[in-house]
């Protein structure tokens, strides 16, 4: 009975380059969320997915950044041309459904630019 | 909107003494409120929740939390803190609708001092 994986654990680029990060929810779940948590600061939501659909994407930066979650296969978070201020851990968490339920979280992708 | 402070972001108590960690929270609409845990360089684990029930919550670990509506606080404590309680610690909130997303506050950092 796996919980939220996330891939990779561990993820450096350079300047400029592409960052996909993945997440494979708990079975049965169908809500994604994803967080940013720099360092020393709380998590920051940035997305909420529901298979092939984004609810709510307000946390998310305007540009270079984009998710999806499509009907088949794990949830994607895409950074185009990564700049040092991506440098984070990012948090995938999936829940049965919104709202009170409990979010099981992944153990994050570290990513770091260099 | 729902928001979320937490008071004191670094905490230190001694070995077997109380454990207190603050919550308040905004919000419109009757609140769900949690409690996550993260260890170093771990994902967040649920300590506890509130969803309009007992006001009075346990969760796991001894942990407890009593939410105060008059005070729009949800504080988190312990009788006799142990040294792996050493973590940071962060309380939410959502509204309860099923495309809510959770709100987290910016974390408590806390110490168990032997």
């Known amino acids: 009975n796996a919980g939220v994986m996330q891939n990779p654990r561990h993820l450096v680029r350079r300047r400029g380059q592409e960052a996909r990060l993945r997440c494979s929810p708990m079975k049965g779940h169908s809500h994604v969320y994803w967080y940013r948590q720099l360092p020393e600061e709380g998590l920051k939501f940035m997305v909420y997915l529901q298979k092939e659909n984004i609810i709510d994407e307000s946390g998310m930066p305007k540009e270079r950044f984009s998710a999806e979650f499509p009907k088949e296969g794990p949830s994607i978070l895409r950074i185009q041309q990564v700049v040092r201020g991506d440098s984070a851990a990012y948090f995938c968490?999936?829940?049965?459904?919104?709202?009170?339920?409990?979010?099981?979280f992944g153990p994050g992708t570290r990513l770091t630019v260099l | 909107a729902q928001s979320v402070t937490q008071l004191g972001s670094h905490v230190s108590v001694s070995e077997g003494a109380l454990v207190l960690l603050r919550c308040n929270y905004s919000?419109?609409?009757?609140?769900?409120l949690f409690w996550y845990v993260q260890y170093p360089n771990q994902g967040l684990q649920l300590l506890l929740k509130?969803?309009?029930?007992?006001?009075l919550v346990k969760g796991i670990n001894g942990f407890e939390a009593e939410f105060k509506k008059s005070e729009t606080s949800f504080h988190l404590t312990k009788p006799s803190a142990h040294m792996s309680d050493a973590a940071e610690y962060f309380c939410?909130?959502?509204?309860?609708?099923?495309?809510?997303?959770?709100?987290f506050g910016p974390g408590t950092s806390l110490s168990v001092i032997p």
């Open positions: 509130y969803t309009s029930a007992a006001t």
């Open positions: 968490a999936s829940s049965h459904s919104g709202g009170d339920r409990e979010q099981f």
């Open positions: 919000s419109s609409v009757p609140p769900y």
């Open positions: 939410a909130v959502s509204s309860g609708t099923s495309y809510d997303k959770v709100i």
